[in-house]
């Protein structure tokens, strides 16, 4: 079975924190994806990686970043949190058309 | 551009009743690929469904059915004789033919089934 992990569950985070959220998939995929997900919102793409070292802005990119050293790992990073990026964060890992997504991260900054 | 519409927000039946939930989709690529997302109170995502836009042939998984038609750019979702373990958010998506595309969601329907 595919796996994707995300490395908390929930997190709490104060304003200007500099914080971290780790994806791992452990199938070899090419693609994977960072979205955050809001009530009325459904999924919004932050970014997307295709290949190690290779990142792409999706539709609401601004106040992150991401990282990709390796290819299991997907890094999404908040550089200085703010309460409006309290949210569910998805990770997804793709390969060819079908997507499989990690348990989620409930981030609230406080 | 591409974009997913989701027009119900949230749907409420008795447990037993049948229920379809609507998905309509915009996209200039003549390869695309549609999915149907299950998210649980669990909170992840559990794949359903994957449709390419060649193949408009209905289809049926047990109590499952979809109905795509591209004269409309829909994707409708119908579950026979609801269950409470329905209970749950769908997400319609969509993507075009590359590997490595993104996907695009739609907003989501709440689905909430009563016993």
């Known amino acids: 079975d595919v796996k994707v992990t995300q490395s908390s569950r929930y997190l709490v985070k104060r304003t200007g924190e500099k914080v971290f959220l780790e994806c791992v998939q452990d199938?070899?995929?090419?693609?994977m994806f960072w979205y955050r997900q809001d009530p009325g919102l459904g999924l919004r793409l932050i970014y997307f990686s295709y290949d190690v070292k290779m990142k792409e802005k999706g539709d609401i990119p601004e106040g992150y970043s991401v990282s990709r050293e390796k290819k299991e790992r997907f890094s999404l990073i908040l550089e200085s949190a703010s309460t409006n990026q309290t949210s569910m964060y998805l990770c997804?890992?793709?390969?060819?058309?079908?997507?499989?997504f990690g348990q989620g991260t409930r981030l609230t900054v406080v | 551009a591409q974009k997913v519409t989701q027009a119900q927000t949230e749907i409420s039946v008795v447990e037993k009743e049948d229920v379809t939930l609507d998905c309509v989709y915009e996209?200039?690529?003549?390869?695309?690929?549609l999915f149907w997302y299950k998210q649980p109170p669990s909170g992840e995502l559990v794949f359903l469904i994957r449709r390419n836009s060649f193949d408009e042939q209905n289809e049926i998984s047990g109590r499952y059915s979809w109905n795509f038609q591209k004269s409309t750019s829909s994707f409708n979702f119908t579950i026979t004789a609801s269950q409470v373990v329905d209970s749950a958010v769908y997400f319609c998506a969509l993507s075009d033919g590359s590997s490595a595309s993104k996907i695009i969601f739609g907003s989501g329907t709440r689905l909430s089934i009563r016993p």
């Open positions: 997804a890992s793709k390969r060819e058309t079908e997507a499989f």
């Open positions: 996209t200039r690529d003549t390869t695309y690929y």
């Open positions: 199938m070899d995929h090419e693609n």
